[in-house]
């Protein structure tokens, strides 16, 4: 099983590697993320097709190996080391690499025995598994035991496909949220890395110890919910959204919106981070034809999902979109909603003082037009995740208090990063 295991990821590296190689070759990082989702995607494809899950299927990016590593010039991995790294710089990596250690231990000390990562995203990857597929009749019989049967399968087919090469094991499974949490680490300390080593270290260890990765039981690395890769591809596009933002490169709005049908596919919340972008760009004013070159990348990718959604039952389901002529009395709710937002943000149990924080940074260091897009993106998105607590058959507060901070969860690596570039900013353009 140990050796199948790490082929399982060497073969993702080599993806990743190729990505790197042939696309994205400014970052590693994000090649393996934009890779991992393309990854999983084609698995997607080749069920949907009638091919069964097979050894071929899941191990398809060995193929690649021929063309990734001949030929590079330059070790991808190099630009991980700080320009003239000092004493602290050694140390801060000693001390990120022990709290990536001991994540790894709290993450995999007990087996996935949690209702919602067994009920929902365990028990779909383990049926995919068994049925090599999900076209059967677990899937679309409605009359089988199945919550959310039509919620994006991004999470159950990753965890499927590592389960159908190694074995079906509610421990080991958990190895797919260590590799996603790597990359998220490892995007935010590549990109700043090289504009100062120790920002860039400061910053992982930040994100690090938040203590909301590691004690929410609805929401953290060592459940089976998809909060945590939809993160990776929030941050993933939000990178590439700033790449495109300073350099115009069309390959990066492509990969922005790439990212963006990703998330989309992990979660339906990626459809309102899709938006907020969409909403971005146009008031930025561009080109209509980057418009419709990232509606393209963000939609084209999904077209085979949202055609197999008419094909799953829609069990317990809240349409709230029906909710919407009744928008004008449901008004009233607002105040609630944001007084659950402002105490969440600032419960010390989650967050410690992460986002006083970010608060604090923002008001002293004005941002750049770029991070100030970005910053909109964001905003966009948590204002458009709290208008839907209006729609709600919930009791509100109940419903804030299970899922509300696991929706932050997805912007706070973001905003890690773009508080990480506000302060290399401001210290070189300080404002009173």
Known sequence: MTFRAVLFFLSLLTGGIFVWKYFFKHSLFISCAVFLGAYVTLIFYALAIGLPLNVFIVNFPLVLFPFAFPGIKSRPWSALRPVKPGRLDYILSAVILIFFILGIIHVMK???????????????????????????????????????????????????????????????????????????????????????????????????????????????????????????????????????????????????????????????????????????????????????LFLACALVPNIPWLLTLYRLPGLYQEHYLRRIPEIVPRLVHIPLILKNAVFEIINIRHWGILWPTILAFFIFFKPSSVIRYLLSVILITVAGYLGTYLFTTWDISFQMSVSFARLVLHVTPLMMLLLAHNYLDGIIRPTA
């Not at 087996?111 to 995203?121: A, Q, T």
């Open 110 to 292: 007990t087996p996935l025995f949690e209702r919602d990562g067994l009920g929902i995203w365990l028990t779909k990857a383990k049926t995919i598994v068994l049925d090599r597929t999900f076209l059967s009749d677990n899937f679309l019989n409605p009359w089988r035991i199945q919550d959310s049967p039509r919620y994006p399968l991004f999470l159950p087919l990753f965890e499927g496909s590592f389960m159908f090469q190694t074995a079906i094991n509610e421990l080991t499974v958990k190895l797919v949220f260590v590799y996603i949490w790597f990359l998220i680490l490892g995007l935010i300390y590549e990109n700043l890395v090289r504009r100062s080593g120790r920002a860039a270290q400061l910053s992982v260890i930040a994100l690090c110890v938040i203590p909301a990765y590691y004690l929410m039981p609805d929401g953290s690395l060592h459940t089976g919910y998809a909060d945590i890769p939809i993160s990776l591809f929030y941050l993933s596009a939000g990178l590439l959204l700033m790449n495109y933002f300073q350099t115009g490169a069309k390959i990066s709005l492509v990969g922005a919106g790439l990212a963006v049908a990703f998330s989309a596919f992990t979660k339906n919340e990626g459809w309102a981070f899709g938006l907020s972008i969409l909403v971005v760009l146009i008031f930025t004013r561009r080109k209509f034809s980057d418009l419709a």
